[in-house]
């Protein structure tokens, strides 16, 4: 079935290319000096449709064959063949390591204030509301990413390869959200230099374990999105401390390896 995946170039540069251009004019409209309803309008309308751009992309690439249309549509859907553990752990595995960093984070003498659920998200979003954000985005990021994305660049590497190279891909995805005045991305990048690069780092050790779930579920890219959605909203029901979510990363990068060395022939073979 992965050779049907051909489009690569095509999905990759365009979906890179619109998405970048409809973000860097969100940055430059958040940077304006007097906000508008114009601008107030345009900025998440603009966030949004780079959001679904490449989930777009990758349903106009397969619009013709409907092998593949009919492929996608059936991991979606795709529920049997594979332990319910599986799924399991999309919805849990990042909960718990975040619990778990803010206990560590206590030895080093941060508060227990981080377990306090807020309902407040750490950054801001124009019209539409910061949880709707979180919500959204993993459902069209993944049915762009786990439809036809991944599939392309298995085509022609390994599991370990494909998720390097998607992942770098994905860290210059997210480039253009870390000029959105108040965004997410923004807020890491002014946190400092060690939290950015956690940022960075993390997403490869994020792609390793969400594509590992991905193949363990037949590709069910249903896996992909509860995945991703627990991520966000993991990440944002605590007051986390920036260094809880370094602690994390290394907590996940064990947990890949751990993974990487279990699972070897599924990621090099």
């Known amino acids: 079935m992965l050779d049907r995946y051909t489009r690569t170039f095509s999905f990759y540069f365009f979906s890179m290319l619109i998405p970048w251009i409809l973000w860097f004019l969100v940055a430059w409209m958040s940077h304006l000096p007097e906000q508008n309803n114009f601008t107030r309008i345009m900025q998440p309308l603009l966030g949004i449709s780079g959001l679904i751009a490449p989930a777009c992309i990758a349903l106009f690439l397969a619009r013709n ?3 593949v249309l009919e492929d996608m ?38 508060s227990l204030n981080q377990f306090y659920i807020s ?17 959204f985005a993993p459902v069209a990021e993944e049915l762009a990413w786990h439809s036809y994305g991944t599939d ?9 390869t494909t998720s390097m190279v998607f992942a770098v891909y994905w860290v210059f995805w997210h480039l253009p959200l870390s000029f959105v005045k108040g965004y997410y991305h923004s807020n890491v990048v002014a946190e400092g230099p060690l939290y950015a690069a956690n940022f960075v780092f993390s997403l490869f050790v994020f792609v390793i374990l969400m594509n590992w779930l991905y193949y363990k579920t037949n590709r069910n890219i249903l896996s992909s ?8 909203f993991s990440n944002e029901i605590f007051a986390t401390h920036p260094d809880s979510k370094v602690i994390q990363t290394a907590i996940l990068l064990v947990v890949s390896v751990i993974v990487l060395v279990k699972e070897r022939k599924m990621f090099f073979s």
Not at 152 to 160: G, K, S, T
Not at 225 to 232: D, E, G
């Open 119 to 135: 309902g407040k998200p750490t950054f801001t979003s124009t019209m539409f509301s910061p949880w709707f954000i979180l919500a």
């Open 152 to 160: 392309a660049l298995r085509r022609n590497f390994n599991l370990f």
């Open 65 to 67: 064959d409907r092998t």
């Open 73 to 110: 549509k059936g991991r979606f859907f795709n529920l049997r063949g594979y332990s319910p553990v599986y799924i399991i752990l999309a919805f849990s595995l990042i909960l718990i390591s975040i619990v778990t960093a803010q206990f560590i984070s206590l030895l080093f003498g941060h």
């Open 225 to 232: 999105i509860i995945f991703h959605l627990s991520a966000n």
